[in-house]
């Protein structure tokens, strides 16, 4: 797998939380379009869809980390992987190991990790070795596999990434779904009872819209829409007791 070199990982999003993101590019290609691939071709660290698709692994990513630790000691108490690539890539059992690993540092720090995958959550992450508090997530916004094959086409199919999380739930872990960017209907006609019944084992759940792209803009009852889903969404986790957030 290429490489590339960096002088921090560290920083605080613009969301406001801690992150790392330890490798530069996404073969997973999704087309809402990805803001993170966006924002690489803007700023030149890809020219073209081919070379985003291209992941290059942060060289010595496990030392710099060590060393930020060590010098914000105390300072952090999560940290999420990742904002701009994904931590459990499909294809790349480098970036899977990697990430073990950066989450393995952050905890023996004490510093819990969220992470967030379209790939598969490895059931290493219920090691004993981690901390039980970090937050185990899928993206899901559907369970139709022509949308993912439309949108997500190198992501992993859905029922692989809800089996992942269901195993990492019943080993005791903390999970989470999160359901954005949610299609509105003249992208995907879809019921979403039945992919919030098949996450129903979650601890929590985001759920919010489809933005960066005209498509969900032109769906003229839009705000009725993502209204009633959000209605639906809240009741669902209400009834359940998952501690849920709509930002819709
Ligand atoms: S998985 Fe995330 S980072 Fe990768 S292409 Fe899709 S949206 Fe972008």
């Given at each position: 797998m290429?490489?590339?070199?960096?002088?921090?990982?560290?920083?605080?999003?613009?969301?406001?939380?801690?992150?790392?993101?330890?490798?530069?590019?996404?073969?997973?290609g999704c087309r809402y379009p990805c803001y993170a691939s966006l924002m690489a071709r803007?700023?030149?660290?890809?020219?073209?869809?081919?070379?985003?698709?291209?992941?290059?692994?942060?060289?010595?990513?496990?030392?710099?980390?060590?060393r930020e630790l060590s010098r914000k000691r105390g300072r952090l108490d999560?940290?999420?992987?990742?904002?701009?690539?994904?931590p459990f890539m499909v294809g790349y059992p480098e970036v899977t190991a990697s990430s073990l690993a950066l989450v393995e540092r952050l905890n023996a720090h004490g510093v819990r990790a969220s992470v967030l995958t379209k790939g598969i959550l490895p059931l290493e992450l219920a090691d004993a070795r981690?901390?039980?508090?970090?937050?185990?997530?899928?993206?899901?916004?559907?369970?139709?596999?022509?949308?993912?094959?439309?949108f997500e086409?190198?992501?992993?199919?859905?029922?692989?990434?809800?089996a992942a999380l269901e195993r990492l739930h019943a080993a005791g872990c903390r999970t989470l779904v999160?359901?954005?960017?949610?299609?509105?209907?003249?992208?995907?006609?879809?019921?979403i009872r039945p992919l919030l019944d098949t996450v129903s084992f979650v601890d929590e759940l985001y759920f919010g819209g489809w933005n960066y792209s005209p498509l969900a803009g032109a769906y003229a009852d839009r705000d009725a829409f993502y209204r009633e889903q959000?209605?639906?969404?809240?009741?669902?986790?209400?009834?359940?007791h998952i501690r849920g957030t709509v930002d819709a």
């Open positions: 290429e490489t590339v070199r960096r002088k921090s990982l560290l920083y605080r999003s613009g969301l406001g939380f801690w992150c790392l993101n330890h490798v530069q590019g996404c073969a997973h803007r700023y030149g660290r890809a020219k073209d869809d081919a070379e985003w698709r291209r992941p290059r692994l942060v060289e010595d990513a496990v030392d710099l980390l060590e999560v940290v999420h992987l990742c904002l701009t690539t994904d981690l901390d039980r508090r970090n937050v185990l997530g899928i993206s899901l916004v559907s369970l139709d596999e022509g949308f993912r094959k439309r086409p190198g992501a992993a199919p859905y029922s692989e990434r809800i999160h359901i954005e960017p949610y299609p509105t209907p003249n992208i995907v006609k879809q019921d959000g209605r639906i969404v809240r009741a669902f986790c209400r009834e359940r």
